[in-house]
């Protein structure tokens, strides 16, 4: 199993991203996605899920509303659209798959290498 995250980088405040996440080796749609993030000295954190039809999604509340995720299950990938970025936002971001819609890290079963942003100030 392998999930490639990429699309990050460095961006003003204010702006976007768009991050996608491939997955190969694993029937992507019986799976929930996540995308979770670790900012340098702090803990991983989640960001946003996805359920398997992506009919429901979650967010933590420093994101609502301004990060969406959602996926196609016909190319096996998972996205987060990410606007209005502050530099608290920085932190490299990594998708990870799970059998259920327990957004906790310990529960996500396939992790991603990772891909940095950074949010200027």
């Known amino acids: 199993v392998q999930l490639q995250a990429y699309g990050g980088g460095l961006v003003q405040a204010g702006g976007s991203l768009r991050l996608s996440c491939a997955a190969c080796g694993l029937t992507f749609s019986t799976y929930v996605m996540g995308w979770f993030r670790q900012a340098p000295g702090k803990e991983r954190e989640f960001v946003a899920g996805?359920?398997?039809?992506?009919?429901?999604?979650y967010y933590a509340d420093s994101v609502k509303g301004r990060f969406t995720i959602s996926r196609d299950n016909s190319k096996n990938t998972v996205y987060l659209q990410m606007n209005s970025l502050k530099p608290e936002d920085t932190a490299v971001y990594y998708c990870?798959?799970?059998?259920?819609?327990?957004?906790?890290?310990?529960?996500?079963?396939?992790w991603g290498k990772g891909t940095l942003v950074t949010v200027s100030s």
């Open positions: 990870a798959a799970a059998y259920s819609s327990v957004w906790a890290v310990e529960n996500m079963r396939y």
């Open positions: 996805i359920r398997r039809s992506g009919g429901s999604t």
